[in-house]
């Protein structure tokens, strides 16, 4: 019997599921779907080893003994091949310069500095929709702004916000590129702005409720359903509405609401939670929230999860409003700057907006509760119609 080369391909092709051995540790492992896997089985430093070495669909019978004896040499030399082809491969990426390995690389790299270590996948999303299906396999170091250009024209005035976060990751990964050692021109990104030139886009505000209506709208919203008390208390706390729609009861003791890092946006690299200090009012509206409770969701949907973005959208869009619920912060915001006294940083505070640069907020990192608690408590009276006539309010008084 031959100590190698055992099978033939009418042998592979009829054998039913089981393992046959081609020799010198050479297997074929046929299952039972029909299908088959290569694998070879050595012996180094006193250890039995399988690597696998393809399927039988891809890799024919003598390209698998070509395989076996490639790595056959390998064991003769005292290395182990797994371990050794592991190295080969890392060797192989490492020397990959196109543009989709370096942005990955580069993600990878700024993955700490961003919330919940980019696992919601935004970061890349502009490159991959935009940019990586069109250069994604050019070499980086070839890459330049006539490059650039071809990628982002299509969207650069039609879609000129996701075309500024496209460009900037993408010139945020030629910076990676050229800390590698490789010869990248880290001004493509600014020469392209040049050859697309100014974008027409125009930046529309998000449309928001004037101040001056907001107690009749309040007033109007008391129907008790889950949606109407969700639009009162993100009224009520001037929070972007993923950070309410989020909410959980835990987070609330007493008369504060604990918002945790990962809920809140705006503020880059935040790693503290944020308090929102609640309003008699607030408190109202949060005790018949009770009823709604689900798995531990203060505003649960109706099948799982938490309702959507679009819910407080639809109700306010159904109801004959053209305002959408994030414009509340802005009505909240210009009640403060044109109805009361209250300094600037408390109310940007309120906001979890960062006040000052960044010597400034090294040093100043008060967070204002006693503030922002009378702050939150005028608001809330205001709302709920609480004063008997609007006046302007003296935090001094």
Same mark, same amino acid.
């Given at each position: 019997?031959?100590?190698?080369?055992r $099978?033939? +391909?009418?042998?592979?092709?009829? +054998?039913?599921? *089981?393992?046959?051995?081609?020799?010198?540790?050479?297997?074929?492992?046929?299952r039972?779907?029909?299908?088959?896997?290569?694998?070879?089985?050595?012996t180094?430093? *006193?250890r039995? !080893?399988?690597?696998?070495?393809? #399927?039988l669909?891809?890799?024919? $019978?003598?390209?698998?003994?070509?395989?076996?004896?490639?790595?056959?040499?390998?064991?003769?030399? *005292?290395? =182990?091949?797994?371990?050794?082809?592991?190295r080969?491969?890392?060797? @192989? =990426?490492? &020397?990959d310069t196109?543009?989709?390995?370096?942005?990955?690389?580069?993600?990878?790299?700024?993955k700490?500095?961003?919330?919940?270590?980019g696992?919601?996948?935004?970061?890349?999303t502009?490159?991959?929709?935009?940019?990586?299906?069109?250069?994604?396999k050019? %070499?980086i170091e070839?890459?330049?702004?006539r =490059?650039?250009?071809? @990628?982002?024209?299509?969207?650069w005035?039609?879609?000129?916000e996701? +075309?500024?976060k496209?460009?900037?990751?993408?010139?945020?990964?030629?910076?990676?590129? @050229?800390?590698?050692g490789?010869?990248v021109?880290?001004q493509?990104?600014l020469?392209?702005?040049?050859?697309?030139?100014? &974008?027409?886009h125009?930046?529309?505000?998000?449309?928001?409720?004037?101040w001056k #209506?907001?107690?009749?709208f309040?007033?109007?919203?008391?129907? *008790? &359903?889950?949606?109407? $008390?969700?639009?009162?208390l993100?009224?009520?706390?001037?929070?972007?509405?993923?950070?309410?729609?989020r @909410?959980?009861?835990?987070?609330?003791?007493?008369?504060?609401w604990?918002? %945790?890092?990962?809920n809140?946006?705006?503020?880059?690299?935040?790693?503290?939670d944020?308090?929102?200090?609640?309003?008699?009012?607030?408190?109202?509206?949060?005790?018949?929230l009770g009823?709604f409770?689900?798995?531990?969701? /203060?505003? %649960?949907?109706?099948?799982s999860g938490?309702?959507?973005?679009?819910?407080?959208?639809?109700?306010?869009?159904?109801?004959g409003?053209d305002?959408?619920?994030?414009?509340?912060?802005?009505t909240?915001r210009t009640?403060? #700057?044109?109805?009361?006294?209250?300094?600037?940083?408390?109310v940007?505070?309120?906001?979890?907006? #960062?006040?000052?640069?960044? /010597?400034?907020? +090294?040093?100043?990192?008060?967070?204002?509760?006693?503030?922002?608690?009378?702050?939150?408590?005028?608001?809330?009276?205001?709302?709920?119609?609480?004063?008997? !006539?609007h006046?302007?309010i003296?935090?001094?008084?």
């Amino acid at each position: 019997m031959r100590a190698t080369n055992r $099978l033939t +391909a009418l042998q592979i092709k009829n +054998a039913p599921a *089981g393992k046959y051995a081609d020799g010198g540790g050479l297997w074929l492992h046929r299952r039972v779907d029909g299908g088959g896997q290569w694998f070879l089985r050595v012996t180094i430093h *006193g250890r039995r !080893r399988e690597m696998g070495l393809g #399927s039988l669909d891809h890799v024919g $019978l003598k390209e698998a003994r070509q395989e076996a004896e490639k790595w056959r040499t390998v064991v003769r030399q *005292g290395k =182990d091949p797994i371990k050794e082809r592991e190295r080969l491969k890392r060797e @192989a =990426d490492r &020397s990959d310069t196109r543009l989709s390995n370096i942005a990955q690389a580069a993600f990878e790299a700024k993955k700490a500095e961003l919330k919940g270590d980019g696992k919601a996948g935004r970061w890349m999303t502009p490159l991959e929709l935009h940019v990586l299906p069109k250069l994604g396999k050019v %070499p980086i170091e070839e890459i330049d702004q006539r =490059d650039i250009k071809m @990628a982002l024209e299509p969207i650069w005035h039609s879609k000129a916000e996701t +075309a500024r976060k496209a460009m900037n990751r993408l010139g945020i990964v030629l910076k990676y590129g @050229a800390a590698m050692g490789l010869n990248v021109d880290i001004q493509a990104t600014l020469k392209a702005k040049e050859l697309l030139g100014k &974008s027409r886009h125009e930046t529309k505000n998000i449309p928001a409720l004037d101040w001056k #209506s907001a107690r009749d709208f309040y007033a109007n919203i008391n129907g *008790g &359903s889950l949606t109407e $008390l969700a639009l009162q208390l993100l009224m009520l706390t001037a929070v972007r509405s993923g950070s309410l729609r989020r @909410a959980r009861w835990e987070q609330f003791a007493g008369e504060f609401w604990t918002i %945790p890092a990962e809920n809140m946006k705006g503020l880059k690299g935040r790693t503290q939670d944020f308090v929102v200090p609640l309003s008699t009012e607030a408190m109202r509206v949060l005790q018949q929230l009770g009823p709604f409770e689900r798995n531990g969701f /203060v505003f %649960p949907g109706q099948r799982s999860g938490i309702i959507s973005d679009m819910t407080m959208t639809k109700f306010l869009s159904e109801h004959g409003h053209d305002f959408r619920p994030h414009g509340f912060r802005s009505t909240f915001r210009t009640w403060c #700057s044109e109805a009361t006294d209250f300094p600037d940083k408390h109310v940007e505070k309120c906001l979890a907006h #960062s006040i000052g640069n960044k /010597v400034q907020q +090294a040093y100043e990192r008060t967070e204002f509760i006693d503030q922002r608690r009378n702050i939150m408590e005028r608001w809330g009276d205001f709302l709920a119609q609480r004063n008997s !006539r609007h006046r302007k309010i003296n935090i001094h008084g």
